[in-house]
């Protein structure tokens, strides 16, 4: 709306300047200038008075925006100036420039209105214009200015100016808009001439109509009131209205039953309570009647679009989207059907009677525009509600859909394969020992202006499968996704037509699918999947994975029990540089190592666990601050613990004993001297973004977590710190060397079977016993060999 309003001044600057230097034949004349107004009216809903774009204008085109004294809008000022000029160059004004500045300033109130209303008055031809002066009406009546609507109505009445069928219709909606519903019933009974209805609306509603003015009542009035009053949420009034259209037998023509089906699909969309921010449990259980009640709305406009023979695309589409946001997808998906079909239609007319070869560019945009909303629109609300069924049927409508718009296909061609039907053909392993995944169609990277499936749809697909459960159908969904991932790879061929900064949004937006995937997955159990996923994704990115989905990678793997493959995953996922310090920087890598640590110390893999703290020790992620007291009475390491978790305090603690052992040369003969001091800090100066360890959570790790148990004692003046004694040192390290001994003995056993080749007899003994039984049973059979001794 602004470029079209600053090109419209730009050309009317041309016009004139050509016009007085060039001598060329342009002077503006009325439709130059009903054009410009068409252009303000236009920014009405789209552009408001306080935006800066007003005062960039005036600066460009201070001759248009006369009245700087005046306190008028930007706007007022250029729609009177456009007037003024207009007036100044005898171009004769009509009813066509009114009629574009009142919806110009209608927005501004009565008295913008009144303004323009007393510049056409002064002209003869059209001061008694009843088209005009419906028109303001109809502004005011946006607004519910019902005293403003009065106004007009009374200044008709004084210059004789007729009432006509499109004013009771304004009228109407101006009493709903203001909240005088209440008074529509009554309202309808005096303009049918009912006289204790017109003293009634008087006195007790405080309207000063002329009744006597007001053109008989049609089918359409009726519905309009129904309309508006089911919008505000008048349900009397509405039945009170009801019951007059059966005793006036007055039937409901199309129009008026479109009106009372987009009441009804209005009503039940904004009561609908499924929305994101009212998605918790106990909201839900709460509003449970509430619910049914806007279904019964839902199924109430449904009800009603099937009463009409010829529904108009937008109806269809507002039931469907009021359809699916309660719940009720087998009607959205009729509704859909039907625009499909009806553009589908139209498409093979025009095959039939155009020579030339169909082309979908060609295609009316705000057609395709209102499709692709409403596509977004239902796969919105399945992934909102996680209902995969209704929004897989979604998608092969939407694909079928896109597929005969593109090529222009005929409506009755039902070659199309469905898309999910055996998606995902299993092949075991691959080559590598990787799982195998075959898509019987190839995933496309979808223009924004394309019908079809795109970024969005795909991804709330892929929500309403997570939200389900399914994980194959989260797994293929993925594959679809591809193209748009490798669209953000700032190294791939894909990405050569954005910006960095593009495709750091567009990655945004398309991490969390992976996360999504990943944890459907996780509750599955599918770890090979979950692997296999996010390799894929760092090969398509060449970023690395969101940390979500790491995380949920870390769990399963632990607790399947391969400890080894989180420490090869953590370290396949900070392979790729950092390509956002927000996203995937310092934070991420801190967040990785936590949560593998947490995961593998929850699954009681410790040493898995110490090796990845002493990999993010050495990566300087994770601090070991270990200070050390070798001199005087008291011998003593402190180690502090200050800002970490459970899991990240134990293998700091053991890797810290560890390091104190090697550093010492400690043997088994000696007699360990050295006090621990564990520093925990109370939580309140946490330097890492870490849930902090307690005093009572640390003196527990200790006692249950540790082997032989260590006990703690407290430190004078000092709460935050405990004193782990040497004795109980000595006593865990001495376990800690015996079990290292029989590991090693263990392992020793291993490599004197495979070079001995024990192994090897004992599996040829084996087979023998296995053989032996099967030799003898076949003699018995064939009665061969000698016979039995008794």
């Known amino acids: 709306a602004v470029y079209r309003l600053e090109t419209a001044l730009e050309l009317l600057a041309f016009m004139n300047e050509d016009e007085a230097n060039s001598g060329c034949s342009t002077k503006p004349d009325r439709v130059t200038y009903n054009a410009i107004l068409t252009v303000i009216a236009s920014t009405a809903q789209t552009v408001s008075v306080s935006s800066p774009v007003w005062n960039q204008l005036e600066e460009k085109y201070p001759r248009l925006f006369a009245y700087g004294l005046t306190s008028w809008t930007m706007r007022e000022r250029l729609v009177h100036t456009i007037l003024d000029q207009m007036e ?267 020579s030339s070869l169909y082309n979908p560019d060609q295609w009316n945009e705000a057609s395709k525009r209102g499709v692709r909303k409403l596509h977004r629109s239902l796969l919105r609300f399945c992934a909102l509600q996680g209902n995969v069924t209704a929004a897989m049927f979604f998608t092969e409508d939407i694909e079928y859909f896109h597929r005969k718009m593109t090529w222009g296909l005929p409506v009755d061609d039902t070659d199309a394969a469905p898309m999910f039907s055996n998606e995902i053909e299993m092949t075991g392993s691959g080559l590598d020992g990787s799982p195998q995944l075959i898509l019987r169609s190839t995933p496309t990277l979808e223009h924004e202006e394309s019908l079809g499936m795109k970024e969005p749809e795909w991804m709330s697909l892929l929500i309403a499968a997570f939200k389900s459960g399914h994980w194959r159908v989260c797994l293929t969904t993925l594959q679809f996704l591809r193209p748009y991932v490798e669209a953000t790879n700032p190294n791939g061929a894909a990405a050569g037509s954005l910006s960095w900064n593009q495709t750091v949004v567009s990655y945004r937006k398309l991490a969390p699918a992976l996360t999504y995937a990943v944890q459907c997955m996780e509750v599955r159990s599918q770890y090979a999947w979950i692997i296999r996923s996010i390799d894929d994704f760092i090969e398509w990115s060449g970023r690395r994975p969101p940390k979500e989905a790491v995380s949920a990678a870390f769990r399963i793997l632990c607790r399947r029990g391969r400890g080894d493959e989180v420490e090869h995953l953590l370290t396949r996922c900070l392979q790729p540089s950092i390509s956002d310090e927000d996203l995937d920087g310092a934070s991420y890598q801190l967040s990785l190592f936590v949560s593998a640590i947490t995961a593998l110390h929850k699954a009681g893999l410790y040493n898995a666990a110490d090796d990845v703290f002493i990999d993010a020790v050495s990566r300087g992620v994770l601090p070991l601050n270990l200070a050390k007291q070798t001199f005087g009475i008291e011998r003593r390491f ?77 430190v004078p003046g000092n709460m935050g710190a405990l004193r782990v004694p040497s004795d109980d040192i000595s006593d865990w390290l001495a376990h800690q060397q015996q079990q290292k001994g029989v590991r090693m003995m263990a392992v020793a056993a291993v490599l004197k079977n495979l070079s001995t080749g024990n192994s090897l007899k004992v599996a040829l003994a084996k087979k023998a016993r296995e053989a032996a039984p099967e030799k003898t049973n076949g003699a018995e059979e064939d009665n061969f060999g000698p016979p039995p001794s008794e």
């Open 638 to 714: 402190t180690l502090d613990l200050h800002g970490m978790n459970v899991a990240v305090a134990n293998s700091a603690v053991r890797v810290a004993l560890q390091q104190e052992v090697l550093s010492t040369s400690y043997d088994a003969s000696d007699v360990w001297d050295k006090d621990m001091v564990i520093v925990t800090g109370r939580g309140t100066k946490s330097a890492l973004r870490m849930r902090p360890v307690l005093r009572p959570e640390v003196q527990r790790m200790l006692t249950e977590e540790f082997y032989p148990p260590l006990t703690t004692i407290s």
């Open 88 to 354: 100044d160059l005898n171009i004769q004004q009509d009813e066509q420039s009114f009629r574009q500045a009142l919806l110009a300033v209608g927005s501004q109130g009565l008295v913008a209105v009144v303004q323009v209303v007393g510049r056409f008055t002064k002209d003869g031809r059209l001061a008694t214009n009843t088209s005009l002066l419906n028109t303001a009406i109809s502004v005011l009546a946006d607004g519910g200015d019902l005293g403003g609507i009065q106004l007009i109505l009374e200044r008709m009445n004084k210059m004789n100016c007729p009432l006509n069928v499109q004013t009771t219709s304004h009228v109407i909606r101006g009493m709903g808009n203001s909240g005088k519903t209440s008074s529509l019933p009554v309202f309808l009974l005096a303009v049918n001439g009912n006289e204790d209805a017109a003293r009634h609306i008087f006195e007790f509603h405080n309207l000063q109509f002329n009744i006597n003015l007001f053109a008989p009542l049609g089918a359409e009035h009726y519905s309009e009131a129904i309309a508006v009053s089911l919008i505000a949420r008048d349900f009397g009034s509405a039945r009170r209205i009801l019951i007059q259209m059966q005793d006036k037998r007055v039937k409901s023509s199309d129009s008026a039953l479109e009106a009372i089906a987009r009441s009804y699909a209005l009503i039940a969309m904004k009561s609908a309570k499924f929305v994101a921010d009212q998605c918790t449990a106990p909201a839900k259980q709460l509003s449970l009647g509430q619910n049914d009640t806007s279904r019964s709305r839902a199924n109430s406009a449904y009800a009603v679009v099937s009463e009409i023979d010829n529904p108009s695309t937008y109806l269809l589409s507002l039931t469907a989207k009021s359809c699916a946001a309660n719940g009720l997808f087998g009607h959205s998906q009729e509704l859909l059907r039907r625009i499909h079909n009806r553009m589908l239609e139209e498409v093979a007319s025009r095959l039939s009677t155009e």
